[in-house]
């Protein structure tokens, strides 16, 4: 999560593939290393256009998307870099192909949209002013919130320092969920922004929420309960499996109250391979693992 966001010139994907060019839309792309750090150079034909790149939304193994200020506004690139590829493509949400030079560009983002990105990308992101001083990447305050009187509490030995920066590991099942869909997208924000079908794998705390076993306060289904924030991603689905586990009876064992879900009749090993399928959509060049939890079948593999 340190490197959601990067300045430019610390992009190790800028950086190794300074000069590179390659063709989108029927224009030519370049990226150059610049006096001020990277710039990119869409061309076609006799037109030509050069914009800076200032910040690196992703660290790029999913994917790197790039952002521009200029004259106090946002442009995000219609190119992305791509970790599934190892390349570059159209932007996710730039569905349309570029057809001029501005649209090869990218596009102007809102002042509410761009705030949005860098809340989630970046930390000590405020309601209001520039991002030149906010913390590069999610930070441990984006969660833990302002933590110098903790730390000066906690160096004095004086009590209740602990009191003094909120731990998310104290919220109920349900506000632990909503804080975490804060920037992973609750099922609300996702029915705000319209998205729909496939695209929805992206937020998990959505696909959580519309879990059959989601709903009754149970703190063994939720982010955390799988997911250790302080540690890296663990991608192997039998590793995961003690998790199911921890609610589900195996074999001919009678579902209890503390284990309510029953037994699988497929399988007791890599759950989520089957009740949590990965989906790959349009230009994303990444199979997204859908966290809604059900029975899925081959014919209905996508949300």
């Known amino acids: ?45 006799s037109e030509s256009a050069t914009l800076p790149i200032t910040w690196a939304f992703g660290d790029g193994k999913i994917s790197q998307v790039y952002f521009t200020e200029k004259d106090g506004k946002f442009y995000e690139s219609h190119f992305s870099y791509y970790g599934g590829t190892d390349g570059f493509d159209r932007t996710t949400n ?13 596009r102007v983002v809102s002042a509410s949209e761009t705030r949005r990105c860098f809340a989630c990308h970046a930390t000590a992101v405020t309601a209001t002013g520039g991002y030149k001083d906010v913390g590069i990447g999610v930070l441990c305050e984006a969660c833990h919130g302002p933590g110098a009187d903790h730390v000066a509490a906690m160096n004095s030995k004086l009590p209740g320092g602990e009191g003094l920066i909120m731990n998310p590991a104290h919220l109920s099942p349900t506000a632990s969920v909503d804080f975490c869909g804060a920037c992973h997208m609750t099922w609300v924000d996702v029915g705000m922004g319209d998205v729909s079908g496939p695209p929805t794998t992206r937020f998990p705390a959505f696909g959580l929420m519309n879990s059959r076993c989601w709903g009754n306060g149970d703190a063994r289904i939720t982010c ?30 009678v579902p209890t109250k503390a284990h309510p879900g029953k037994a699988c009749p497929t399988a007791n090993r890599d759950c989520a391979s089957c009740h949590m399928p990965r989906v790959e959509f349009a230009h994303s060049h990444h199979a997204f693992t859908d966290h809604e939890i059900r029975v899925v079948s081959a014919q209905a593999r996508e949300p």
């Open 224 to 253: 955390i309960a799988c997911h250790d924030p302080h540690a890296p991603l663990v991608r192997g689905t039998a590793q995961y499996d003690e998790k199911c586990l921890a609610c589900h009876v195996v074999g001919t064992a």
């Open 1 to 45: 999560m340190t490197q959601a966001l990067l300045l430019a010139q610390d992009s190790e994907v800028l950086r190794s593939r300074s000069g590179t060019t390659f063709d989108l839309d029927s224009f030519t792309y370049k990226l150059e290393h610049a006096q001020q750090g990277y710039a990119f150079t869409a061309s076609k034909g």
């Open 94 to 106: 730039q569905e349309r192909p570029a057809d001029s030079i501005s649209t090869a560009l990218g």
